[in-house]
């Protein structure tokens, strides 16, 4: 069974950066495509980047692109999403999910869900 942790979110202000982190555990990360998604509050769970497992391929929602950028480092079984120039309109929670399909980009393609971590851009 494979665990996923999210890590590195909190309180920006509008124009900063974060470096959100999904840690996987109990098999290797490699194996999987990993997408990251947000949801805030009222809305749909949103899909906002993935990257293939061999990280040859790569997906950004128009939202987002040209600002995030997604990465992965095998070795260490994580996956990151930098996050540049942020926007009010990036405040939600943030999960990264695991999937078996080569760049999979609706949420129910993925199979492992982490817990979510809350990213806040306020003034």
């Known amino acids: 069974q494979l665990q996923l942790v999210e890590s590195g979110g909190g309180l920006v202000q509008p124009g900063g950066s974060l470096r959100l982190s999904c840690a996987g555990s109990?098999?290797?990360?490699?194996?999987?495509?990993i997408g990251w998604f947000r949801q805030a509050p009222g809305t749909e769970r949103e899909g906002v980047s993935c990257i293939s497992s061999d990280a040859d391929s790569t997906y950004y929602a128009d939202s987002v692109k040209g600002r995030f950028t997604i990465s992965r480092d095998n070795a260490k079984n994580t996956v990151y999403l930098q996050m540049n120039s942020l926007k009010p309109e990036d405040t939600a929670v943030y999960y990264c999910?695991?999937?078996?399909?080569?760049?999979?980009?609706?949420?129910?393609?993925?199979?492992?869900w982490g817990q979510g971590t809350q990213v806040t851009v306020s003034s």
């Open positions: 999910a695991a999937g078996g399909a080569r760049l999979p980009i609706r949420a129910y393609e993925y199979d492992y």
């Open positions: 109990g098999r290797p990360l490699g194996y999987y495509a």
